[in-house]
C-alpha cells in the first residue's frame, strides 16, 4: 500500500508561482511513475503531468507545457511540480497519483493510489 500526500497549495495572483510536493509512503518509489491531475468545480478530473521511475521520461498536457515542471527525488520518495506562469483557469484541486511501471502514464486510469489533493488558486 502506498500513501500520498500533496503540499504547496495556496492562493497565487495570475502570472506567479507555485511548486507543490507529492512525498510518498512506499518503499520501491522507483518503480512508480507518478502523475498530477486537477481537477475544478464542475469540471473532470484531467491529466497535468507525469514522470517516468527514474525521472528520465516527463510528459505535459498541452494546456501546461512550458509553463509547469514535473521532477522527483527518488532518495526522498517525493514528486514535484513546479508551476509557473499561472493562469486563472489553472484554478483546481490537484491531486498526486502513483502507478506501478512507466507506460501510459498520462492516463487516470493507469493509477493505482491517490493523494488526497491540494488546492490551488489563481486570481486575477
Known amino acids: 500500500q502506498v500513501q500520498l500526500v500533496e503540499s504547496g497549495g495556496g492562493l497565487v495572483q495570475a502570472g506567479g508561482s507555485l511548486r507543490l510536493s507529492c512525498a510518498a509512503s512506499?518503499?520501491?518509489?522507483?518503480?512508480?511513475?507518478m502523475g498530477w491531475f486537477r481537477q475544478a468545480p464542475g469540471k473532470e478530473r484531467e491529466f497535468v503531468a507525469a514522470?517516468?521511475?527514474?525521472?528520465?521520461?516527463?510528459y505535459y498536457a498541452n494546456s501546461v507545457k512550458g509553463r509547469f515542471t514535473i521532477s522527483r527525488d527518488n532518495g526522498k520518495n517525493t514528486v514535484y511540480l513546479q508551476m509557473n506562469s499561472l493562469k486563472p483557469d489553472d484554478t483546481a484541486v490537484y491531486y498526486c497519483?502513483?502507478?506501478?511501471?512507466?507506460?501510459?502514464?498520462?492516463?487516470?486510469?493507469?493509477?493505482?493510489?491517490w493523494g488526497q489533493g491540494t488546492q490551488v488558486t489563481v486570481s486575477s
Open positions: 497519483a502513483a502507478k506501478y511501471g512507466s507506460t501510459r502514464a498520462n492516463l487516470e486510469q493507469s493509477y493505482d493510489y
Open positions: 512506499g518503499r520501491t518509489f522507483s518503480s512508480y511513475a
Open positions: 514522470i517516468s521511475g527514474s525521472g528520465g521520461i516527463t
